[in-house]
């Protein structure tokens, strides 16, 4: 998606986002993004089928 920061607003970047875990050490690798993919729309109703998820959640919880 193509943003506009507020550290320069003439320039237009690119930007991703979503979830990865600690073990990811490139974020533009294609597993990262395979794994940014699939976290983006997460639905709280499904979370618990995501393992990143389920663990974030119990520890926003706990």
């Known amino acids: 998606m193509a943003i506009i920061t507020s550290e320069n607003k003439e320039i237009i970047e690119l930007a ?3 979830f990865l875990p600690d073990y990811i050490q490139d974020p533009k690798d294609a597993k ?4 940014r993919s699939g976290t983006l ?5 499904t979370i618990l089928n995501f393992p990143l998820l389920k663990n974030m959640r ?5």
């Open 16 to 18: 991703e986002w979503g």
């Open 32 to 35: 990262a993004k395979k794994i």
């Open 41 to 45: 729309n997460a639905k709280s109703e």
């Open 58 to 62: 119990k520890q926003i919880i706990a």
